[in-house]
């Protein structure tokens, strides 16, 4: 009996082995004809259990046998292979290809022509909507919805992005700018001369939170350092008190941070039923931060919707009211017997959804950017000092309760505060790569004038950011001055997007609208260096591309003139000096100091992992922000 058991299972990995070879050389053949560069996998990763276990078992494995390290095909196993290995693949295989399973394929695209084509071919490669099933926490959404569903969405939600919330933006950038120096201040350790920030990654993190809040719903939130007094009648219990409000747990910002977290990947391993149940305490505190985050979203939404029926018109600012118009609207349409198109209206469960995933989509990926723009100009502090010069300039005396949106925010944005701010979403874009689907059969685009097939039936197609936004083909370089690259695409220079390429780019932005939404005013007649079409991905292109686009780049330029007007940011090297020594110190051993912090900062940024976005995990990269004029490391020249 054991025999024909043991016969049978011989047989059938046999059959297996056999089956996959023909297979594997069937897509080969393919792939050849289709005139695409391949690399062969044995088998396909996708899928939330293989991806698991090619991540945690698979590849561990394998390090550990030095002789599998030259091996080609597990390197293109890992998910995020294009920020772990960045510019490999550009040379070893050029700007496309595909990996080639048995059962599969899957497109790599960092070339900005067929990018271009693929974000703007929207019905043909489709989002794979399947992958974010657990951004639906609190209802279906644009982000994770394709077709008309999404369309209809779209529709409802893009009105909110206009030129006067991105005016909202900047003065609440500005002013929450602000009250993050003086929470910094506020700490024990720092004064108002020099502040010293352990991890500004988790301050940036409820700065972005605040401005979403604040811009995007209408509540403003304070710092700990700040009293409730300050909100005035916006004082909402729960919604931004210091204390939950009645029967509940947390507060709004506590159970949003708990649910845009980690811990949601819960939710897409056991059905809720199954988290209700749990004995587990992160599984009960993460139902509970869900129930009050709904809690308060749906409060949020009824007080949006009340002030509509009492005609409070100001409130149509906000990135919500929009939603809860088009809700009501479709709602008065059928109640009067008038029909609804299906372009109308959202269900209450979209509007949650909708209302998170702003949230969500807006809060993580601008606080990344500002954390790290601290931290490259930490390190880099000739284009620091650059940085004020400009902001300087273009600022003069003016206390910032006098810069204005639609001057200084053109001007600074188009300034070297627009080149930081290019610069680091280049080096580190929180959405490093954006995910495609071709389901139906293989499609034709162009590329240097010749006509390649992507493949079909399911094929993910990966417009992958990491490594596009280092390629020679489409970026001004130089010479590295920091490694012995003769390219300086691996570093920090912002001062590369001060040159503009008469040759390249779209030129000038006009008043049309740019993907379907408003353009901004700052765009508009703007200098920096712009890159050719699909060769900068960071917000993805076409109907899909980030509505959020011009809300993050006002945040961003708004908090980083803000900052840098007043200080300056400097390593913290306290690891290896005390402030005594580094002030005995001659101009050599400083330096050396100070390298031996810019190697650890470098070593931690380059170590940042997928997440949800792109983000540092682990040892934070502590940093002094000192009054402007008290640098320690200005006489440095670096
Ligand atoms: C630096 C900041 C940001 C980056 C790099 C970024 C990037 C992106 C990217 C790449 C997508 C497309 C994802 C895909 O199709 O797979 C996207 C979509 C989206 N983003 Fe952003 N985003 C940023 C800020 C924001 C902000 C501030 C908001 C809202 C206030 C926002 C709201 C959204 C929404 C609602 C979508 C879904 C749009 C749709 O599917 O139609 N984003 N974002």
Redesign the pocket.
Known sequence: MLFYIFLAIISYLLYTVVNNIISLRRNIALVKCWGLPYVVLPFNEVGVARSALVELILLPFLKLFPFTHKWIWPKFMNAFNHWTFLRTHLGSLGDFYATVSPSSFHFESMNAEINTQVANRRAEFE?PVEIYTIVNVFGRN??TSDGPD?RRQ?KI?SPGFTERNNARVWELGLKQGQSMLEYWASKGGSSIEELKVENTASDTATLALHI?CGA?FGIPQIWPHEDESILGDKKMAGLNTKRPAEGHKLTFKEALVYTTGLQIAWFSVFPEWVLQKSPFKIHQKLIAARDDCLFYLKELIEQKRNYRRLGFEQDATD?IAPLVKASDDAERSKAEGKGVSQDEGLSEEEITGNTF??MF??HE??AN?LHFSFLFLAINLASQRHLQSDIDEKIGDRPASSWSYQVDMRNLFNSMVGGVLHET?RLI???PH??KINRGGPKQVKVDGRTISIPGNGTFVHLENSTLHRSRRYYPYGPSKITDCDDDLDDFVPERWLQKDPKSGEGETTEQQVDGMEVASFEVHGSLFRPVKGAYM???EGP??????R??EVEVTAVLSLVFKQYSVELDVSAWASDEQVEEMTLQQKRDVYGEAQKRAWALIRGSQMTFTLKMEGDPVPVRFVKRGKERFSDLRL
């Open positions: 989002k644009a982000l999404w779209r939600i979403i995007g990135l995933v702003i989509a807006g990926t601008t950017v979403i874009p929180p959405v954006i995910p960071p917000f993805s899909r591309a980030c509505p959020g686009r809300f993050a």
